[in-house]
């Protein structure tokens, strides 16, 4: 005996009860505390990869043994110092990438996304000695780069490493992965927040409490060991109060545009230096070489566009700046760290942006109204690394934390979201993800809420199905479905059938394929009692899509009979996958359509003094 009666809807109550707004579980607490130990090292190694740096700038253009940070090229330098130091630099970074790893190309975040996407957060160990050596000697060498990025992607394989070692799921190595990588950053530049914005923005890919834990535990150890070894200040202290008025207000937009328009060129330009190299008839192994020829130039010309810059930062923020460096910076620095940067060099992508949209502001300081020490060229830096990385919360929060001024919050948001939003509406992708992009791979940096995580399975299931009692045989079984009327185009395509006994007990499910092979092979007698699943893979109605949907690519299959919560045994209805996709269906169409709700209506003479 087959039935198709319908399931009434007032059969499927639905209990959202052991639904959760988060999905924790203790778990997160053992990923945590091994990410611990991480933001530790990670924060030494950071220590020790500034210290690094300030040996070989020492060595290199003053010819002493000194680990403190100086710039390069301070106008105590011979001219072939300066010249020849980046080419030298470029040719042993290109020996250490073709004989060591290609991995230390490039500027760390690309490389640690990557990892994250791709390579089931797997670094190579090779990759956390090799990187900060190589950036070190990049930017000891007089690059114009910064030690974020590598420190990130150091701090990142420091946490893969030690997630290797251990028995963990990738998405938990993952964890321990940005877990390093943030603390690292929030170790150099004792920002904390922003690290873990960064982090929540660009590196996790989710906001789960299974991630963000384990990442602000480590980042808080990384700063606390940070205090002792680098200072527990801010970078670059700012200090006189601020003037904000609304016109000031209104001109931040004015530099988010500018500033969007800087990150743009600046992003197409480390992309059409990398298309220039591929060019080029030599091996990639030559190529930091020849960047480092177009470094050399640019130190000559302004020397201070060499190496970190931090003192040519505090100048601009702090308006000690004179006009004649902020030009030779905004054009020179953008020029050759763009240009090499595209050559594969081993360097970091946010110092320098701090000293050119610094640059940028200190020359705006000159037409716009005087707000502050330092107001326009903070807000300015804000805009490009908003517009740079489209990262804004970060790009707000870190020149907050660089700072201290956090009295400027709102024109940092005006500044940052005003350029974030001319990047996203003029380029595909950031200088971030394009590299990621030119390996043939794509990820999207939009986040919201799963559609399937709304809607239940028992808003789309089917309640009109086509199931047998266990006693038929399988040719009664394939009799009863190709006497189905032809116009029941959803009982022919389901191709899943529940065998329940009685009214609505489920024994277990048989499939169309099952029957036909019983039918064919051994004539079709046997029971579906003999021939179903008895212990098939079911869900509830008032369960999540989603969670539904996990459950098919888990356990390979594209239909589900659907049974009560309390009683398993009882059948309510049964969902395919198409089904699901009404979720997706919904998203799209509030997405797309466009309806008008409300309506204004003109009084008439005479409404206001009708009577009933």
Same mark, same amino acid.
């Given at each position: 005996?087959?039935?198709?009666?319908?399931?009434?809807?007032?059969?499927?109550?639905?209990?959202?009860?052991?639904?959760?707004?988060?999905?924790?579980?203790?778990?997160?607490?053992?990923?945590?505390?091994?990410?611990?130990?991480?933001?530790?090292?990670?924060?030494?190694?950071?220590?020790?990869?500034?210290?690094?740096?300030?040996?070989?700038?020492?060595?290199?253009?003053?010819?002493?043994?000194?680990?403190?940070?100086?710039?390069?090229?301070?106008?105590?330098?011979? #001219?072939?110092?300066?010249?020849?130091?980046?080419?030298?630099?470029?040719?042993?970074?290109?020996?250490?990438?073709?004989?060591?790893?290609?991995?230390?190309?490039?500027? /760390?975040?690309?490389?640690?996304?990557?990892?994250?996407?791709?390579?089931?957060?797997?670094? %190579?160990?090779?990759?956390?000695?090799?990187?900060?050596?190589?950036?070190?000697?990049?930017?000891?060498?007089?690059?114009?780069? /910064?030690?974020?990025?590598?420190?990130?992607?150091?701090?990142?394989?420091?946490?893969?490493?030690?997630? %290797?070692?251990?028995?963990?799921?990738?998405?938990?190595?993952? !964890?321990?992965?940005?877990?390093?990588?943030?603390?690292?950053?929030?170790?150099?530049?004792?920002?904390?927040?922003?690290?873990?914005?960064?982090?929540?923005?660009?590196?996790?890919?989710? #906001?789960?409490?299974?991630?963000?834990?384990?990442?602000?535990?480590?980042?808080?150890?990384?700063?606390?060991?940070?205090?002792?070894?680098?200072?527990?200040?801010?970078?670059?202290?700012?200090?006189?109060?601020?003037?904000?008025?609304?016109?000031?207000?209104?001109?931040?937009?004015?530099?988010?545009?500018?500033?969007?328009?800087?990150?743009?060129?600046? !992003?197409?330009?480390?992309?059409?230096?990398?298309?220039?190299?591929?060019?080029?008839?030599?091996?990639?192994?030559?190529?930091?070489?020849?960047?480092?020829?177009?470094?050399?130039?640019?130190?000559?010309?302004?020397?201070?566009?060499?190496?970190?810059?931090?003192?040519?930062?505090?100048?601009?923020?702090?308006?000690?700046?004179?006009?004649?460096?902020?030009?030779?910076?905004?054009?020179?620095?953008?020029?050759?760290?763009?240009?090499?940067?595209?050559?594969?060099?081993?360097?970091?992508?946010?110092?320098?942006?701090?000293?050119?949209?610094?640059?940028?502001?200190?020359?705006?300081?000159?037409?716009?109204?005087?707000?502050?020490?330092?107001?326009?060229?903070?807000?300015?830096?804000?805009?490009?690394?908003?517009?740079?990385?489209?990262?804004?919360?970060?790009?707000?929060?870190?020149?907050?934390?660089?700072?201290?001024?956090?009295?400027?919050?709102?024109?940092?948001?005006?500044?940052?979201?005003?350029?974030?939003?001319?990047?996203?509406?003029?380029?595909?992708?950031?200088?971030?993800?394009?590299?990621?992009?030119?390996?043939?791979?794509?990820?999207?940096?939009?986040?919201?809420?799963?559609?399937? =995580?709304?809607?239940?399975?028992? =808003?789309?299931?089917?309640?009109?199905?086509?199931?047998?009692?266990?006693?038929?045989?399988?040719?009664?079984?394939?009799?009863?479905?190709?006497?189905?009327?032809?116009?029941?185009?959803?009982?022919?395509?389901?191709?899943?059938?529940?065998?329940?006994?009685?009214?609505?007990?489920?024994?277990?499910?048989?499939?169309?394929?099952?029957? =036909?092979?019983?039918?064919?092979?051994?004539?079709?007698?046997?029971?579906?009692?003999?021939?179903?699943?008895?212990?098939?893979?079911?869900?509830?109605?008032?369960?999540?899509?989603?969670?539904?949907?996990?459950?098919?690519?888990?356990?390979?299959?594209?239909?589900?009979?659907?049974?009560?919560?309390?009683?398993?045994?009882?059948?309510?209805?049964?969902?395919?996958?198409?089904?699901?996709?009404?979720?997706?269906?919904?998203?799209?169409?509030?997405?797309?359509?466009?309806?008008?709700?409300?309506?204004?209506?003109?009084?008439?003479?005479? #409404?206001?003094?009708?009577? %009933?």
């Amino acid at each position: 005996m087959s039935t198709t009666q319908p399931i009434a809807p007032n059969d499927v109550p639905r209990d959202v009860h052991h639904l959760g707004d988060f999905r924790a579980t203790p778990r997160l607490l053992i990923i945590a505390a091994l990410a611990l130990p991480v933001g530790a090292v990670a924060a030494v190694v950071a220590w020790a990869l500034l210290r690094l740096i300030g040996l070989i700038t020492n060595a290199v253009f003053y010819q002493r043994i000194d680990t403190r940070l100086v710039a390069p090229g301070g106008g105590h330098d011979h #001219w072939y110092i300066v010249l020849l130091a980046p080419i030298v630099g470029g040719l042993v970074i290109g020996f250490m990438a073709r004989y060591g790893s290609e991995k230390i190309r490039g500027h /760390g975040m690309p490389e640690a996304i990557e990892a994250i996407l791709l390579g089931g957060s797997k670094v %190579q160990p090779r990759v956390a000695i090799l990187k900060p050596i190589s950036s070190a000697i990049a930017i000891g060498t007089g690059g114009p780069f /910064g030690a974020e990025g590598p420190i990130i992607m150091t701090g990142g394989a420091i946490g893969s490493l030690f997630a %290797q070692f251990l028995r963990l799921t990738a998405d938990e190595r993952k !964890t321990l992965l940005v877990a390093g990588a943030a603390a690292g950053m929030a170790a150099t530049f004792n920002t904390p927040f922003a690290a873990i914005m960064l982090a929540v923005e660009l590196l996790l890919f989710e #906001w789960r409490p299974r991630s963000y834990v384990p990442v602000a535990a480590a980042v808080c150890v990384a700063t606390v060991i940070r205090h002792p070894l680098l200072g527990d200040g801010v970078l670059f202290p700012v200090k006189g109060a601020l003037h904000i008025t609304p016109v000031a207000e209104l001109l931040c937009v004015v530099t988010g545009i500018v500033a969007g328009l800087l990150a743009i060129v600046a !992003t197409m330009l480390v992309y059409a230096a990398e298309d220039g190299f591929r060019k080029l008839p030599v091996h990639w192994m030559w190529w930091p070489a020849i960047g480092g020829v177009i470094i050399g130039i640019g130190g000559m010309i302004v020397p201070e566009s060499l190496g970190v810059g931090y003192n040519i930062i505090e100048a601009e923020l702090d308006g000690s700046i004179g006009m004649d460096l902020v030009v030779g910076i905004l054009i020179v620095k953008t020029l050759i760290w763009s240009l090499s940067l595209g050559s594969g060099t081993s360097g970091g992508v946010l110092a320098p942006m701090f000293m050119i949209g610094g640059a940028l502001g200190a020359l705006e300081s000159n037409i716009f109204p005087h707000v502050g020490p330092g107001f326009w060229a903070l807000v300015a830096l804000a805009g490009v690394l908003g517009g740079v990385m489209r990262s804004p919360f970060t790009g707000v929060i870190f020149a907050m934390e660089l700072t201290g001024r956090f009295d400027a919050i709102l024109p940092l948001i005006i500044g940052a979201s005003t350029a974030f939003a001319l990047s996203s509406l003029m380029l595909k992708r950031s200088v971030l993800t394009e590299k990621i992009a030119r390996r043939g791979y794509h990820l999207t940096r939009e986040y919201d809420v799963d559609p399937l =995580e709304i809607y239940f399975v028992g =808003e789309v299931m089917s309640r009109d199905i086509l199931s047998y009692e266990s006693d038929l045989t399988a040719a009664e079984a394939l009799e009863v479905i190709s006497g189905v009327e032809p116009d029941n185009v959803e009982t022919r395509r389901q191709m899943l059938y529940p065998v329940i006994e009685g009214s609505d007990t489920l024994v277990g499910v048989v499939t169309r394929t099952q029957l =036909e092979t019983a039918v064919h092979e051994h004539g079709g007698d046997t029971s579906l009692q003999e021939l179903c699943i008895t212990a098939p893979i079911v869900t509830h109605a008032d369960q999540t899509l989603r969670e539904t949907a996990n459950a098919m690519a888990a356990n390979a299959v594209d239909k589900m009979p659907v049974v009560d919560r309390e009683d398993s045994t009882r059948l309510v209805g049964l969902v395919s996958l198409t089904m699901l996709l009404e979720g997706r269906v919904r998203d799209v169409r509030e997405a797309r359509e466009s309806e008008r709700v409300l309506r204004l209506r003109v009084a008439r003479p005479g #409404w206001f003094g009708r009577t %009933q």
